[in-house]
């Protein structure tokens, strides 16, 4: 299959500067093998982005998609009683089929905001993937273990999984640790042991919240950063979730360190937990990615209204409008997650032998005028809906149309099994 994206307004990096040109991209099965002005001829599809911006499709580099079930649930409360008090206790009741429901619905929104990837975390991980793998989309799951699950028998199922996996063209599969301040050392030295070499990444959350770092220090007298070094982390690539308690001496211990910082601005502000130091992290050249956490914490998975958030809230955290600027944004919600995952040389930006992941967002009023489209894209883009999105080289939207599922039946299944899960919490 050849296809051809057409008359395209496409933000790329030309010398480390990013720049919009109208543009075509010469598409091979799943592969782009040009960019300029193209011919017609010879193509199989022709996608028509006149009046259009391209982008390579974004990564959401911190997810729990099932969470979708959960949104609006445990409102105005703090991060420990939100998950003891409201969360966990339904989280108890979903079952597989729950959860595979729940993530095809959070990826339809997913799309739709431009994401063509997530680094995602919660259980019942074959469920997800099914999910995942049905719709088109790429994602790094993670095999998650807590303090209360870890066992001969769990451990070797997370390596059955990862082999299971190993060929995908669209899942990989990463060691998951839900946090670090309530695992014991013994526990996560063991798991760090046994997957090294099985797999690039782990995930896990890292100075959440103030409650979080507090537990650390009591029982190690040291940051979250700090402890974390502890550890021997070499061999992966630490996909480290929220990063909210650092300061400015964690930042410069991470330098030359294969850990992501991961920056969730609308959950940790919704949760009143606080701001990521990500301007300080990447004045010392750190790769901070950005994702939504889950429904419930966040209440959207709209990527463009994450990304605005995230920009305001640096400007705010240090006081300076230069802060959170939308180009180091962008590059924080494309390269970056790529780079974190491993998957530079294949996605996170549109560049020949790269995989066409790539989305399409139409210029509409609120694009206007167009003084500058990466700005208008970051900073008045939120309410957009994607025009088109390949993931591998499938159309997954085509001029605004879901063509892998009917959109009517996922969502009535959905509302079914909510209805299903809150009569069982009901019930007890």
Known sequence: MKTLIKNGHVIRKTNSEYVVEILDIAIEENTINDIGKIEEKGFDRIIDATNQVVIPGMINMHTHIPMKVL??????????????????????????????????????????????????????????????????????????FFDFNISDETVDEGKKIIEKY?????????????????????????????????????????????????????????????????????????????????????????KEKRIYPINNPISNAKLANGISPVDEFIDKGIKACIGTDGSASNNSLNFLEEIKFGTMMQKVKYDNPMSGQPSVFFDIATINGAIALNKEREIGSIEIGKKADIVTFPIDHTMLPMHNVLSNLIYAGSSLRAANVMINGQMLITDGELGICDIDVVTEEFNKMTEKLMMKVKEG
Not at 122 to 137: D, H, N, R, V
């Open 71 to 144: 949104q609006g649930i445990g409102e105005g409360v703090r991060l420990d009683s939100w998950l003891k008090d409201h969360i966990w206790p339904i989280e108890g009741k979903m079952s597989e089929e729950d959860v595979y429901i729940a993530a095809k619905m959070a990826v339809i929104e997913l799309l739709y905001s431009g994401v063509t990837c997530i680094n995602e975390m919660y259980f019942s991980i074959e469920s997800i993937a099914k999910a995942l793998t049905e719709m088109g989309m790429r994602g790094m799951l993670s095999y998650v």
């Open 166 to 254: 190993r060929n995908s063209e669209l899942i990989d599969i990463s060691l998951g640790v839900h946090q670090l301040c309530d695992m014991k050392r013994e526990n996560l030295e063991y798991l760090l042991k046994e997957f090294k070499g099985l797999t690039e990444c782990l995930h896990i959350h890292v100075g959440e919240s103030r409650e979080n770092a507090e537990i650390i220090k009591e029982k190690s007298g040291k940051t979250p950063c700090e402890y974390l070094l502890t550890y021997d982390i070499e061999p992966y690539n630490v996909l480290a979730a929220h990063c909210v308690e650092f300061n400015s001496s964690d930042v410069d211990l991470l």
